[in-house]
């Protein structure tokens, strides 16, 4: 077949990132100013915790049916239900401005969080089907841009729209106005996923994305995929190491209000801005890493590095958390994001080289599962470990299990499927 690229691939990647990051936003705005909703609501902080880990316990069973769908019918089927999904919830939302409908608010947070599944194996599939291969890395770091950009917003914008206000209908008042323009965005969003988002270019963009199209579609088992991928030591080595850094993230983004305030009481903008922080060079250190993949090819080398950096980072912000330096936080902070959310896209790459020519919605879904799990487990033990212990024993807990992913991801042999077949058929 021929390799021509698209044109219309950067507007498919950047409306994709503009939904996932919509999404991204609605998982984390509760916790954000998780005091807040705790008094407005009249539940416990364990209760708006579990609005974010809802997030990751839908994803769990739900990735197998949602990854099969992907492989049967395609990258558009699943960008529409996505972007619907995400609308629907942001609309039920606005049904829960009444401190007794705190379960209204709880459906509206799990459509999205269905929605969610539709979303996040996507970005190295997006990537493979529409992009060349000196630009894959890139667009899939760009596909993962939106979402980490949705919960840097997640941690700037409600503090500033939902003040720590007494008055109960004051602070309905600016709970509605979120809700609304969440619900705007999405709806507007869905709508340009109808109108832009297409199947795959007239073309494809690479070598092994032709050999992959021109495969019978009836030589293709998804339960032998899977099983094909479970017997790959070096991507089930990934899967764990990815659940576990990016479980942390998870985790750490979830009880990130909670830390702060601890320490910094009457700082809930802050702390939201300190979450932003993360996001923000984290987003930097995502882009940065796909554009020196797609420049080297060195994921193995790239991957192990950016581990260790995102283990002393969260090192040297758990021994500064208490300092009562809030600049030193915000700098600490910052480190920390730049490795341990740049580390994401890595993840998603990685696993596509080491299992080519496997679905890239299956592997990234396997590896989303793993981060689900690990975020869920650990929140809920940090959650725990804080309340009992202090919040340098939670941080310390994470901490243990950096090291212990730091170790694993030295045993991955960088086994690039995806290069060598690009290689051999350039070569013939």
């Known amino acids: 077949a021929e ?66 769908l992907l492989d049967k019918h395609g990258l558009r089927p699943i960008a529409l239900a996505g972007s619907a999904l995400n609308g629907l919830g942001a609309w039920v939302k606005l049904g829960s401005l009444k401190p007794h409908l705190f379960a209204v608010t709880v459906l509206g947070q799990v459509v999205c969080s269905v929605a969610q599944v539709f979303i996040l194996g996507m970005p190295s599939r997006i990537a493979s089907v529409w992009f060349g291969p000196r630009e894959v890395s890139t667009a899939c770091s760009l596909a993962v841009f939106g979402n980490q950009l949705g919960i840097a917003l997640g941690f700037l914008v409600p503090p500033v729209l939902v003040p720590n206000v007494e008055d109960e209908e004051k602070l309905a008042y600016h709970i509605s106005i979120m809700f609304f323009m969440t619900a705007g965005v999405a709806t507007a969003l869905f709508i340009l996923v109808v109108i832009v988002f297409k199947e795959k270019p007239p073309h494809p963009p690479s070598h092994a994305q032709a050999l ?12 032998r995929s899977i099983l094909r991928l479970l017997r790959n030591t070096n991507f089930m080595l990934l899967m764990v190491t990815y659940g576990l850094n990016t479980g942390c993230f998870y985790s750490l983004s979830t009880l990130l209000n909670r830390m702060v305030i601890q320490h910094y009481p009457g700082e809930e903008v802050n702390a939201g801005r300190i979450g932003l922080t993360i996001v923000l060079s984290g987003m930097f250190g995502a882009l940065i890493s796909g554009i020196w993949l797609d420049r080297t090819k060195t994921y193995k080398q790239t991957t192990v590095v950016v581990y260790i950096m995102s283990l002393v980072g969260m090192v040297v912000y758990t021994f500064t958390l208490s300092l009562g330096l809030l600049w030193v936080l915000f700098v ?75 170790i694993m991801t030295a045993f991955i042999k960088a086994d690039l499927r995806r290069q060598q077949a690009n290689l051999e058929s350039e070569q013939t």
């Open 3 to 68: 390799v021509r690229l698209s044109r219309r691939r950067w507007a498919v990647v950047l409306l994709f990132s503009s939904y996932s990051l919509c999404n991204a936003f609605q998982w984390i705005q509760y916790g954000s100013v998780n005091n807040v909703f705790v008094r407005f609501y009249g539940v416990s902080t364990f209760a708006i915790d579990w609005l974010s880990m809802c997030y990751m316990l839908t994803y769990i069973p739900l990735l197998f049916p949602v990854a099969w």
């Open 332 to 406: 600490t902070a910052g480190a920390l994001g730049f490795f341990m959310t740049g580390y994401l896209p890595l993840g998603f790459e990685f696993a596509a080289e080491l299992t080519y020519p496997e679905s890239e919605g299956t592997s990234s879904g396997l590896i989303n599962v793993s981060a689900q799990i690990f975020g869920i487990a650990f929140t809920i033990s940090q959650g725990q470990i804080m309340d009992h212990f202090g919040t340098k024993a939670g941080n310390l807990f994470l901490c243990s299990f950096l090291f212990l992913g730091t």
């Open 212 to 223: 992959i199209q021109s495969r019978p579609p009836e030589e293709y088992s998804y339960v």
